[in-house]
Antibody, heavy 119, light 110 residues
Framework: EVHLVESGGDLVKPGGSLRLSCAAS????????MSWVRQAPGKGLEWIGR??????????DYAAAVKGRFTISRDDSRNTLYLQMNSLETEDTAMYYC??????????WGQGTLVTVSS | QSALTQPASVSGSLGQSITISCTGT?????????VSWYQQHPGKAPKVMIY???DRPSGVSNRFSGSKSGNSASLTISGLQAEDEADYYC??????????FGGGTKVTVL
């Protein structure tokens, strides 16, 4: 069974930075394409980015709302996915989910980690 | 890339069937058979119910089915049960970004 566990969520001031981690198990992480999805309080789901596996180039794609501020990376030796978030804005307040990406969608979800951006 | 369009709410009685629509464009749903549907109960993480338009992951009830026609996709829940009350989201692959979500539909079981 695939298990994704996010960590690193916190209260941070506008303009600040934060790095989220996602520990993966139960899957061949080195072969997996991974994504981050967020959900603002009381709102819908928002795809924010995806990273391919190294065999397929290891490149990342981002939603317009976070491009240039957020960076997705992976450490296949640790089965861990990361989301580096810089220049945080109050609109970035949300639950952040780590997920596996396959068939143009999400196939497995973590339980999420909460990021609050507030002064 | 704009979000896919879903009705804000759909309701049905126990045992009935309901259908949730998801409308996109020729840049997403209309060009790719990569539509997924997710169920989310309050305070919980989403769960995939349908992928690749109509495929069900193991463990998902066969009361859930998906289809697509043109630029729109649909999720049908037959034999509606109390535990089906939740929010439902569609997503699609697009020709500009790897995926986009719909705005979500709240399903109420009467």
């Amino acid at each position: 069974e695939v298990h994704l566990v996010e960590s690193g969520g916190d209260l941070v001031k506008p303009g600040g930075s934060l790095r989220l981690s996602c520990a993966a198990s139960g899957l061949s992480f080195i072969n997996a394409w991974m994504s981050w999805v967020r959900q603002a309080p009381g709102k819908g789901l928002e795809w924010i980015g995806r990273i391919k596996n190294k065999i397929d180039g290891g490149t990342s794609d981002y939603a317009a709302a976070v491009k240039g501020r957020f960076t997705i990376s992976r450490d296949d030796s640790r089965n861990t996915l990361y989301l580096q978030m810089n220049s945080l804005e109050t609109e970035d307040t949300a639950m952040y989910y780590c997920a596996t990406y396959l068939y143009g969608g999400i196939t497995n979800w973590g339980q999420g980690t909460l990021v609050t951006v507030s002064s | 890339q704009s979000a896919l369009t879903q009705p804000a709410s759909v309701s049905g009685s126990l045992g009935q069937s309901i259908t949730i629509s998801c409308t996109g464009t020729s840049s997403d749903i209309g060009s790719y058979n990569y539509v997924s549907w997710y169920q989310q109960h309050p305070g919980k993480a989403p769960k995939v119910m349908i992928y690749k338009v109509s495929d069900r992951p193991s463990g998902v009830s066969n009361r859930f089915s998906g289809s697509k026609s043109g630029n729109s996709a649909s999720l049908t829940i037959s034999g509606l049960q109390a535990e089906d009350e939740a929010d439902y989201y569609c997503s699609s692959y697009t020709n500009s970004v790897p995926m986009v979500f719909g705005g979500g539909t709240k399903v109420t079981v009467l």
